[in-house]
Every structure is written in C-alpha cells, then in structure tokens.
C-alpha cells in the first residue's frame, strides 16, 4: 500500500484579501499561515515520508518547508522536499489578482458558469499569434492530476509520501484517484493547511481509499467553518462506535449488536469532541449500536430528540451474518473475493444487495435534508452504519455503488456534509472519517472489522 498525505498551503495574503490566487505567485503565507504549517508539522511528526513534493508557487513551497523542518528531529526523515510543476494551481488567467467579488461583477455569466458547471467553464485566452485559445481551466486541471499520479505513483511502491499543494489542484488529486466527475469539482473542500490521506494498492487505476479528508482539529479547528454564502443544512454523518463482533471481524449486518465497553467510550469521545457544536436535530438507525451511539452523543445536547429511521438500518448480510470471513469462505467459495472486488454486482444470500440500500439509505436522506430546509434548521447527526455511510457517501459525490469501498468510516468517526444551496444544489463534503479525537492522530486506528 502506497499511503498520500495530502495538505493544501497555509493561508495567504489573497486568501484574506479574497482574491483569486491560480497560478500567480505574487502571494505569501500570512503570518497564521505560517503557524498553522507548524502545527501540521508537529501533526505529522510520528509519521516517516519517502519523498516530500510540493507546488513550486511559494504559499505552498514554503508550507511544506515548514512541515519539513518541524520533522528534522525525526531521523529517518532524511528526505529534502522536491516541487513538481504537476501541483500547480489550477490556471485562471483571465481572473488572477482580482477579487472575487470582482470576478462577479465583471463576469456574472462566467462565474454561474464556474460555479455550477465547473466542467463546462471556460476562457479564451489571448496567445502570442494574437489569437485566442480555448481553455478548460478544470478539465486541464484533471489532466495534470492524472498526470502527477501517473508520474509518482510507480516511483514509491509500499511508501509514503507527502503531496503539499493547493485548493484546486488537491481537489483534482482526490477526485482522479476516486474517479469522481469534474462536475463535482466544487464538491470537495479543502482548507488551509487541512490533512486528507489516501492509500493505493498499486498505481492509478487499481484499488484506493480515502481514509479521511481535510481534517483541520490540528488546527484547533473541530469541523471545517461554514462558507459565508452558506444558506443551508449541515450534517454530520457519524458511525456507530465498536461492538465486539467488529473486533473479532464477524458479519453483523442487521444482527442487533450492541456497543461494547470500547464503542461507549468512542461513542464518549464522538460526545466530547461534538459538545459545542450547535445540533438542532439528530436522526439515527433503529438498532442498537447507532441509537446507543447517538444517545451518549445527545447526552451534552438534551433539548434534541432523536428520530429513528429505518432506511438507515446497515446492510443485510443474510446468511453471512454472525459468521468469520473464514467461515463465509468455506460456505460461499470467491464471494468475499467478489464483495471486496465488485460489491455492486454481490446479492447477499438471503439477504440484500448494495442496490437495494442505495435505494432506501438515500431516500431517507433526501428527506432528512429536505425536512431540514422546511423547518431552517442549520445542523445535525445522522448516526449508521459502515455500508449505510460508503453508500451515502457514493450518492453524495456522484458516484455509483461501484465506489462502496474507496471510502473508510472508522467506528466513532465524523463526515461533515454541507448543502449550502439546498436540495437542489450540489452537496459539498467539508470533511470525512475524522477519527483524531478517538486517539490515533491523523491516521484511523479504529478496528478495520467487518461492517
């Protein structure tokens, strides 16, 4: 497994001044900038990297300087951070320097267009002929991600490495390894100096999971801020904390199995780590692990009630539940293979496929966020289960249950998912698999478990 630490630059002078920054190098890390690449360093300091690599524009270089040297005490951290002109930022010629209110004024059409069709957005760029050129900015954009990871991936087999970019060109990262549309270019965030890590099994291409995005807790941040222009729902996709049959790797599927000792105490942790954020409602899955995760975690917001819903309950495993992995071998020879391989195509032995949980888990979903806008209420949790949330998480970025196991969800860990411009927009996942305040750091050492 080759692991990515993705980070994007401290923030920068146009960051505060709210001006589009692309490819210009004409901005600095401020001085919080500066501080908050520290605070990633000593973030990552327990963790040895093979290569460093960072975009030659300065917010960044000077990023991953900082992260480098606040790793110099770490011995095997001998490597020096190279760039790659892969990593720039996506290149916006005709808006570079202007502000984004600017941008808005001058170019009202175009900016609809960017914003909600990042794909189809394009300019014509003056070249040296004195013609004009069409230019992709967000498909160019994709290119050179597929190109970076072309390039580095066959170069580190079974390392790790490092990646300091930017907003745009990370957005590109994540989405190519995951294979999610440019047209969901806006639906990734990613913050100053936050942490998303990914791991590949080979090369691009071949299997890869997203073990967390943009975490910011390093930061003191506990959840990514909510956009200004945000009008909408936040939720906050959590999963049940362990029970035992996850530590011993048995199917639960929709056997009730309550918490065990070490699920409270990640179901208290969830709890303390969520205590001042400000929950106007709280929905969760009938069975016992979820609902009893959900109550510790309302137990520091009593005036909420929660709701139950069904179309939450974790997938049926059929006739594989309550059994080992070696068990189901021996009974079903190749259908594990299968399932970890090609999950949409897998019908459970008596029981479901992803299909028949897409289905029920995103309707229900659906009219969470949409009973959530009615009555203007700003945030909430919804507490499920690992297939319940993969799947969820699909539907989310525009993916198809094709992509059930490029994401993790730790037991006890936090999605951040916004609407900032109601149901009929486009969802933006602020944040995913947050689990730094189960004790692991920026890496999830819950149990991998069966779901």
Not at 323 to 334: C, Y
Not at 361 to 388: C, F, K, M, R
Request: hydrophobic letters at 35%.
């Amino acid at each position: 497994m080759t692991r990515v630490i993705i980070v994007r630059h401290g923030q920068s002078t146009y960051n505060t001044e709210k001006r589009i920054q692309g490819r210009t190098d004409a901005s600095k890390l401020t001085e919080k900038g500066c501080n908050d690449a520290s605070l990633v360093g000593k973030a990552l300091s327990n963790i040895s990297f093979n290569a460093i690599y960072s975009s030659p524009l300065q917010r960044a270089k000077q990023t991953a300087q900082i992260i480098w040297r606040s790793q110099e005490n770490n011995s095997a951290q001998s490597v020096v951070p190279q760039t790659s002109d892969l990593l720039l930022e996506i290149d916006l010629p005709l808006w570079e320097k202007m502000l984004v209110a600017e941008v808005k004024q001058k170019f009202p059409e175009d900016y609809r267009i960017w914003k909600q069709s990042p794909h189809q957005f394009q300019m014509l760029v003056p070249n040296s002929e004195g013609d004009s050129r069409e230019h992709y900015p967000v498909l160019a954009l994709y290119e050179q991600a597929r190109q970076f990871w072309q390039e580095i991936l066959p170069r580190h087999p079974g390392q790790t490495i490092l990646i300091v970019g930017h907003n745009g060109i990370n957005r590109a990262l994540i989405s190519t390894a995951l294979r999610i549309s440019p047209s969901r270019y806006h639906s990734i965030q990613q913050s100053n100096c936050g942490v998303s890590v990914l791991n590949f099994a080979g090369n691009l291409g071949d299997a890869v999971q997203l073990e967390s995005m943009n975490q910011t807790q390093h930061l003191g941040d506990i959840l990514p801020s909510v956009r200004p222009n945000h009008h909408g729902v936040r939720l906050l996709l959590i999963r049940h904390g362990e029970t035992e049959w996850n530590r011993q790797g048995k199917f639960q599927g929709q056997i009730d199995v309550p918490l065990n000792e070490n699920g409270r105490l990640q179901a208290q942790k969830a709890a303390a780590f969520l205590k001042d954020v400000k929950l106007d409602f709280a929905v969760s899955s009938p069975m016992l692990r979820p609902k009893e995760t959900a109550e510790i975690i309302l137990q520091n917001h009593n005036s909420i009630k929660l709701e139950l819903q069904d179309g939450f309950r974790e997938i049926s495993h059929g006739l594989w539940e309550g059994k080992l992995e070696s068990e189901i071998e021996q009974e079903f020879p190749g259908e594990l293979e299968r399932w970890r391989t090609i999950p949409a195509q897998v019908q459970m032995p008596a029981g479901e496929n992803l299909q028949q949980v897409w289905e029920r888990s995103v309707a229900t979903w659906q009219s969470v966020v949409e009973a959530a806008l009615a009555n203007q209420l700003q945030t909430g949790i919804v507490v499920a289960h690992d297939a319940t949330n993969k799947t969820l998480l699909c539907h989310i970025l525009g993916l198809s249950p094709d992509n059930f196991w490029n994401f993790r969800q730790g037991n006890g860990a936090v999605s951040v998912i916004d609407y900032p411009s109601g149901l009929n927009g486009v969802p933006v996942l602020q944040a995913m698999n947050i689990t730094t305040h189960l004790g692991g750091g920026v890496l999830d050492k819950t149990a991998a478990g069966a779901l």
